[in-house]
């Protein structure tokens, strides 16, 4: 970074305990260089050729991993999961569940699981951006290729960044997916890889 952005960025990240889209977006745009359209505008040939096929795809300078999940949004979790899982042992307590029919049980037992499954998942997921590209653990991986990209928009809930972060949401040929950032480092490269997008328009 420029010493100016990167002096600009950290008094965001002090004034501010969540991660907002916006001063992200401008942090990274103020950092980028300023003859970068010039040059491209300039190259007719061999040079112009190169530019559009190193915009085709983004690489990051070095692979960024992070949890999918802020702090707040999984205390937040365990608060919603604890409560559910009190709920639920005071059905147990109050209603005699062996008396009913199996679809009842059964449909008891998986919301269980799916309650368990889910909380594990959200401490646990994290989300890698690299050279191939970008991959959110999950109870199945959610992954997209830097070859199949082919737009991709940093979005937020303005005043709600400290507990729910910007996210990256990518179209590719046939679908969008949405990517969570839960660490400052993860939503900075969603930033500078919306930025490249938006570049490429």
């Given at each position: 970074m420029t010493a100016h952005a990167a002096a600009g960025f950290r008094l965001?990240?002090?004034?501010?305990?969540?991660?907002?889209?916006?001063p992200l977006m401008q942090s990274v745009a103020a950092d980028r260089?300023?003859?970068t359209q010039s040059r491209y505008t300039q190259s007719r040939s061999g040079?112009?050729?190169e530019t559009l096929n190193d915009m085709q795809f983004y690489k990051p300078q070095k692979p960024v991993t992070g949890p999918a999940y802020s702090?707040?949004?999984?205390?937040?979790?365990?608060?919603?999961?604890?409560a559910l899982a009190a709920y639920g042992v005071?059905?147990?307590?109050?209603f005699p569940l062996m008396q009913y029919g199996f679809m009842i049980k059964l449909v008891l037992l998986v919301s269980a699981v799916m309650l368990v499954i889910s909380y594990y998942w959200f401490l646990r997921s994290t989300v890698t951006v690299d050279d191939k590209g970008i991959t959110q653990t999950w109870m199945y991986n959610r992954q997209v290729e830097w070859n199949d990209v082919r737009s991709a928009k940093l979005i937020g809930i303005p005043m709600a960044g400290w507990l729910f972060p910007?996210?990256?949401?990518?179209?590719?040929g046939t679908a969008?997916?949405?990517?969570?950032?839960?660490?400052?480092a993860v939503v900075t490269e969603f930033?500078?890889?919306?930025?490249?997008?938006?570049?490429?328009?």
């Open positions: 965001q990240l002090r004034n501010n305990d969540g991660l907002s889209a916006a260089p300023r003859n040079l112009a050729m702090p707040w949004f999984k205390l937040l979790a365990t608060v919603i999961s604890s005071s059905i147990v307590e109050r910007p996210r990256l949401v990518v179209r590719t969008f997916m949405t990517f969570n950032g839960g660490s400052r930033a500078k890889i919306s930025l490249a997008f938006q570049m490429k328009k």
